[in-house]
Every structure is written in C-alpha cells, then in structure tokens.
C-alpha cells in the first residue's frame, strides 16, 4: 500500500524541479528562438520616424511618375515601353513621354554628338527647353482625368513614364520638385519614383548600341560605321557629366546589365508588389511562349443529343486526346528547334533552361537508357540521367482537361497546376449558358452586355477581378529564359493574348481564342512579342473553319470540300441545326457554343468571337 506523505513528497519535488529557474528559463529560451519576444509592440518616437516615408509611399496615389535615369544604350526605352504595357494592362493609365521626341522636334531633326556637349550653351538651352515642354506636357495629362464629354470617367490611377538620360542631380531635382511642388501643384498629390539602368557589360552594352545605331530616328540613313562613331562620341559626352542617384532620401530603382541585379530604395507599396518583380523578370533573352486552350471533352453532337453540361472535372474525349498528341508533337519539335538555334550561336548553351525546370544538358547514351532510340537532339534533365523529350516550362490550369492536354508519357518535369489559370468564376450562374442567365437576371445581364470587362458575376468574378489573378503568371512567363507553354481557357487566354498584343485590356472579351489552335509569341528586340497562329487541327466545330486558311488546317493538301469531313461532327450537321431551335448548346471556358438566334448577345460587339458577317457562331466570354 503507497505511503500518502511519501506520494505527496514526490508530487511536490516533481512540480519544484519543473519550475525551477534553469528549466523555466530554457523553455523560454526555447520559445524565443521560435517565436521571438512575445511582447506586444508598441510605437516610440524611433519607430514613427523610420516609417514616415514608408507612411507616405504606401498610399496609392492617383497619379505616379517614372523618371528614367542613364546614359545612351542602356535599355530606358525598352524598359519604358515593357512598363507601359504592363502598367496598362493590369489596369493603370499609362503613358510614354520620350524627351528625345521633343528634342528631335524642337531642333528640327537629328543632332549630331556636339549637341550634347555640355559646353554648347545654346543646345544646352535647346535641350532643357526640349524637356521642359514633355515635363509640362506629362503634367498635364496626369491630371486630366476628364473624358471627351465632359464626364469624370472611373478614377484610374495614373502613371507617367520620364523617358530621357536625366544623367545629373541638378536634372532630377528640377524633375522633383516640378512634380511635386506644392503651390503649383497644391491638391495634386503625385508620387515620383526614379529608375536608373547602369550597364557595364561590354559585350551587352556594344549589342545595345547596335540596336539604337539601326532602330534611332537619329541615325535613319546613315552608315552603320559612322552612326556607331557618333553615338559612341555622344555616349562619352554624357558621360562626362553623368551622376549616378546616391540620395538614399529618394525613391529609387537601379537595374545592372538589364535586370541581372537590382537595387531598390523606399520601394514600397504597388512598387514592391507589382512593378520590381516585373522589372526583375525582363529580360533580352529570345524564348517562345506558346499559349493554346485545353482540348475538348465531349463532342458538340453528344452534347445535342442529351443536352448536358460541361462539368469542371470533364476528361479530354476523342478529339482532346488528339489534340494531346499533336500538341507534344508540335512543343517538341518547336521547342528542339530552339535548343538547336541557341547552340549555334553559342555551343556552351546548352547549358539553359527556366527557373523552374533547370538546365538542360545534351543527351548522352548510358547504361541506363540501352535499348532507348534517342537521337543527337535529345536531352537530359541535370540528373544526367532522366531522358527528356525538350525543354519546356509547362503552366496549367486546375481543370483535369488541362492538365490531361499535356499528360505526356516520358515527360519527367513536373507541370505547374496553377489555380490563378482557372476560367473565369461565374458565381452563382456557374454552368449556365448566355442565354440562360439573360432569362433568369435581364437587369443583370444588362450590365454585362454594356461592360462584359468590369461587370462581376454575382458571388464570382469580373474580366478585371481574373487580370489581377493572371499578374503573377504574367511574371513567371516573362522571366523565363527556355521555351514556355500555357494551356487554360477562353478567359484566361483573352486576358493573356492582350498582353501580348499590347491591345486594350478592358477589350480583350472580344478576342477569339480557336480550338486545337496554338499561339506562338516570340520577343521582339523594341520590347514587344511577335505572334503566330500554329492550327494543329482541324476544328471540330465547322463554323471555326476559315475556309481562307485551308492550308494552315491541313498539313495533308485536304481540298475544301473534305476539310469538314475531317470532324467528327460535320457528319451530323443538318440534325445539329434542328436540335440548335429548342436545346439551348451548352457553353463553358473552353467551349463556344451560343445559339445565333439569341438577339441580345449581338447587342455589343466585345461579347462576339468573330464578326458576325464572317460566321454565324459566337465565342463564350468565359
């Protein structure tokens, strides 16, 4: 039987040496390196002081200038033109004031080197005027915010691009303090925020002037050699006054060598969040994104027959696994090609890939791989081992008929589902055709008729919600430096290819997105993308066929009688029409079927795939 007193004496001595002030003091020690001090945080006059400047650029002003600092060759151009894209494709009001366009203008054509001397008083003056005249013209649109009736339109915010070298402090501070004065820009808050592009890489830097020697107004016509020495002398006479930003008072970002390192000073705010990681991921290098919709699950006919609809997790049917097969075959021959192309113009880079996949090395026959028929222009992944078909960096949407689009055998690289790449959310009219949400909400549907980009879905999302969401992608793709392809929907394409195309983005809902149909963009050396349009397939759908574009449908010489033949559904044309008049066709993000006797959907010209002369279908805004 336990001695009670002897019980209580052990209880005790466990609960004292539990908290003793060595154990005690362990586990705090122990919380610490956690956790840190679990003290609440208060305010000091050292705190507030260290963020006043914070408190005041994390306000997002309506107005916003980019004042570009640097000497000549150094990519200011191209980075005003990505940032003007950008910036107004995620929704800001954006524009270009290039001083060297006033300067051009205010002299009367180009200036040879000896106008930029610093000693030449008059073209001194010349060019000071030159700036003052874009610096007032810049001014003046960022404060205009009127429409041309006269209306306030819906108060965007405002970013003006300050494309000159403004190569000296005495420069910048005019630009400051011309920005930001407060009497004569009393009630005019606006931010002023530098980027300085420093290149020191020769090799870059002589590729840089090439193309300013063969794109510049100020060289039209004049031979290469002589336009290199003048720019060269023009290059030395800037920078014989030039003055890097070292005011850490500032607000300010600085590139080297074109985005391999980047400084930022009181960055904060839309800044740090959306404009430095795009900074950051552009870059000159050449690589294909390649964009192509999810194939098809099941075919247009069925779908009259039993009048379904589109279930999210829909697998691919016959004419989507078809597609799947010329999709590999196509990536991997686009793609090969590409590797190819880079190591002729420099061996050693094979060694090249993306940020997610890695490098990629040429392949080498090994113990591992005997009884493989891999040809010269394979490749292996860093492993050294794992055969790899080409490299790609693969971005899909959650959807299974996406991610299926690329289920590839022998593809060893994981592909990035991405939810950010989902088709637009449709809220509580989810699965619902056009036609049908016009029935059950006409006042709703009214409003998405008069703005199909900013009107939301109720409980779900709008054009403009689904642009934010693809801001990140938008990143990952640019700052790739190997082949990319993205597979989603119609919504998320439209969104995309305005990107790209550096079209309006509140219009992206009247691009067509095709089926079995991949578009191809390629950089372009001013900044923007070259696009091609690469039909893998015959449409299933026969109203997607342009007839003008039978040899782009058929690599086979199909004549055009028989290039319908080559879908399934052309066979059941006529009975598809007679269903058409009392089955409602379904439609979702990646399928387009809406009955072209359904009036109100021709009441704006956004909500069309196509023009209505051209073809008697419309493409789903979803």
Not at 257 to 278: D, E, F, Q, T, W
Request: proline share 5%; net charge neutral; aromatic share 8%.
């Amino acid at each position: 039987m336990l001695n009670p007193t002897s019980s209580n004496k052990r209880l005790d001595m466990t609960k004292n040496e539990s908290t003793s002030p060595t154990r005690r003091d362990h586990a705090n020690s122990q919380d610490y390196y956690k956790k840190g001090s679990a003290e609440v945080a208060t305010e000091s006059a050292v705190t507030l002081a260290k963020i006043q400047h914070r408190l005041r650029l994390t306000k997002k002003s309506e107005r916003l200038v980019l004042v570009l600092v640097g000497l000549p060759g150094r990519g200011k151009s191209f980075i005003a033109r990505k940032l003007e894209n950008f910036l107004s494709w995620r929704g800001s009001e954006c524009k270009v004031f290039n001083v060297g366009k006033y300067r051009r203008q205010a002299a009367a054509g180009a200036c040879a080197a000896d106008f930029f001397d610093a000693n030449n008083a008059a073209a001194s003056n010349l060019r000071q005027q030159a700036a003052s005249m874009a610096l007032e013209d810049l001014l003046h649109w960022i404060d205009d915010f009127a429409t041309t009736d006269g209306e306030t339109s819906m108060r965007k915010d405002r970013i003006a691009i300050f494309d000159a070298t403004n190569s000296t402090k005495e420069r910048r501070d005019w630009v400051l303090k011309e920005c930001t004065c407060n009497i004569k820009r009393a009630g005019k808050p606006t931010g002023v925020v530098f980027v300085e592009s420093i290149c020191d890489d020769k090799e870059l830097l002589h590729t840089n002037l090439m193309t300013k020697v063969n794109n510049s107004p100020d060289y039209k016509g004049m031979d290469p050699e002589e336009a290199m020495a003048d720019l060269m002398k023009r290059v030395q006479k800037y920078e014989d006054q030039y003055e890097t930003i070292d005011d850490d008072s500032l607000s300010y970002i600085k590139i080297f060598n074109l985005s391999s390192k980047v400084l930022v000073n009181h960055i904060y705010g839309r800044m740090a969040k959306s404009i430095v990681p795009a900074l950051m991921a552009w870059n000159i290098g050449t690589r294909p994104i390649f964009v192509c919709r999810a194939g098809q699950t099941t075919s247009e006919f069925d779908r009259l027959h039993v009048n379904s609809r589109m279930a999210r997790s829909e697998s691919l049917g016959s004419n989507g696994k078809a597609f799947r097969n010329a999709l590999f075959g196509f990536m991997k021959e686009e793609c090969l090609d590409f590797m190819r192309r880079r190591k002729e113009v420099f061996a050693p880079a094979m060694n090249t890939g993306t940020s997610i996949s890695g490098l990629m090395n040429t392949f080498t026959k090994d113990a591992e791989c005997k009884g493989e028929d891999w040809s010269d222009g394979d490749y292996v992944g860093t492993d050294g081992t794992t055969p790899l078909p080409f490299p790609c960096h693969i971005m899909t949407s959650t959807m299974p008929r996406a991610r299926q689009t690329v289920n590839w055998d022998h593809y060893p690289y994981q592909v990035e589902m991405l939810s950010n790449l989902n088709p637009l959310d449709k809220g509580d009219f989810m699965g619902m055709e056009l036609e049908e949400i016009a029935q059950r909400d006409p006042e709703w549907y009214e409003h998405l008729v008069a703005d199909p980009f900013l009107t939301r879905f109720p409980g779900g999302e709008c054009y403009g919600d689904l642009t934010s969401r693809l801001e990140s992608i938008v990143v990952d793709m640019e700052q790739q430096v190997g082949p990319v392809l993205v597979v989603s929907h119609v919504s998320v394409i439209q969104a995309l290819v305005s990107y790209f195309r550096n079209s309006k983005i509140e219009e992206c809902t009247g691009i067509e997105i095709p089926l079995n149909t991949v578009l191809k963009f390629t950089p372009a050396k001013g900044g923007g993308w070259q696009e091609t349009s690469h039909r893998l397939l015959p449409s299933p759908c026969p109203s997607e066929v342009n007839l003008s574009e039978v040899d782009i449908c058929s690599s086979s010489g199909n004549s055009e009688s028989n290039i319908y033949a080559l879908s399934p559904e052309y066979r059941v044309e006529k009975e598809r029409k007679s269903f058409a008049a009392k089955l409602s066709p379904p439609i979702w993000g990646d399928h387009l079927k809406i009955d072209p006797a359904f009036a109100p959907l021709r009441r704006h010209n956004s909500l069309d795939g196509r023009n209505p002369p051209k073809s008697d279908r419309q493409q789903s805004v979803i």
